[in-house]
């Protein structure tokens, strides 16, 4: 049985496989795939494009999704191996994911980290724990990475560039933000854009906000395989100078993690990393693809100028979302 947790632990033939189903499903968006077939979604966290577009994705394809809230509307659930439940927690994940393979075919996970020990994070065991349960495939609706979007985002840049994305110029740049976000989509980003083959930037204001090693170690590794390129830089201009692609998020600064009070005089100093005009004037020939995961705050991440551009593709990456979470269910669902 095959999960979904993340790109990496698919290969690139089945990712291709994967981009190849979404484009034409995004030709022709109505089948039986999903005919008398279920998904559970968990979410932890709040959703507007995830939950709807898997909502109606199932439903597309002759599916039924349900929607569950642990804490809200299902109970609230226990993860420690040997937990002793004497708290909020009145079921174990042990019972939970096993109760849900009876009822569906595939179980989707969202969970957030918690923001208080990286550490812990790290281990994504709400995913993790689902996913050593589960008797049917587990999909990452967003944990520490996302999955999801990176083939959005992948399938966003083949229709704009063909199939072969090797020698394109890609930076990902951290932008300002007034809160200390998640890592989760620019680890996926820098995952998914070393593993496609193309020459990547890491720009950031300084090593703090470098990633998790565990990422940083995926792009090197996808790098000696893809033929692809990857160097970290914290200058604007260097980094934004011929880039194909500028794809921007904010996160927060590692050796600062849950001690955001700390962090924020640094960060607040770092305003200017908003993406604008200027800077994507900078790009190849000044029209550079610019996109972002969404949600994204205008005049604080990006400007209007470059949200409202012709070369922006967030939107069209937002759709994305629906195809190509379609042909990750059909072909969980074939095994």
């Known amino acids: 049985m095959k999960h979904f947790l993340n790109t990496q632990d698919w290969s690139r033939a089945e990712l291709d496989a994967v981009l190849d189903e979404a484009a034409a499903f995004k030709a ?8 008398g077939k279920t998904i559970a979604l968990v979410f932890f966290n709040p959703s507007l494009r995830t939950r709807t577009s898997f909502e109606v994705g199932a439903y597309q394809m002759g ?20 937990a002793v439940m004497d708290g909020e927690a009145e079921e174990h994940i042990a019972e939970v994911a096993r109760v849900l393979s009876r009822y569906v075919d595939l ?20 995913l993790r724990g689902f996913a050593r349960h589960a008797t049917v495939p587990v ?36 932008t300002y933000h007034p809160k200390a976000l998640n890592t989760a989509v620019a680890n996926s980003a820098l995952t998914i854009a070393t593993r496609l083959g193309m020459d990547v930037t890491l720009l950031c204001p300084n090593d703090q906000y470098l990633l998790d090693e565990r990422y940083m170690g995926w792009a090197k590794a996808n790098v000696a ?26 996160w927060g600064a590692l ?7 700390d962090e924020k005089p640094m960060r607040d100093r770092y305003k200017h990393f908003i993406v604008d005009e200027r800077k994507m004037a900078l790009t190849r020939e000044g029209r550079g693809l610019f996109s972002h995961c969404l949600p994204l705050r205008r005049n604080v991440k990006a400007s209007d100028g470059v949200m409202d551009s012709p070369h922006c ?19 969980l669902l074939r095994g």
């Open 63 to 82: 599916g039924h999704a349900v929607v569950l809230a642990p804490g809200k509307d299902a109970w609230p659930i226990a993860f420690e191996p040997g």
């Open 28 to 35: 022709s968006k109505y089948g039986q795939q999903m005919a």
């Open 255 to 261: 050796p600062f993690f849950g001690n955001w009070a």
């Open 107 to 126: 179980i989707g996970v969202r969970a957030f980290p918690k923001f208080v020990d990286w550490t812990e994070d790290r281990e994504d065991r709400v």
């Open 313 to 331: 593709i967030a939107i069209d990456e937002a759709e994305n979302r629906l195809h190509v979470q379609k042909a990750v269910m059909a072909r």
């Open 225 to 250: 395989e893809s033929g692809g390129s990857l160097q970290v830089s914290h200058d604007i201009d260097a980094a934004y100078k011929d880039a194909d692609v500028v794809y921007a998020k904010s």
């Open 139 to 174: 999909i990452n609706l967003e944990t520490i990475t996302h999955p999801c979007q990176e083939l959005a985002h992948a399938l966003a840049l083949r229709e704009r560039f063909g199939s072969d994305l090797r020698g394109r110029k890609y930076v990902l740049t951290w």
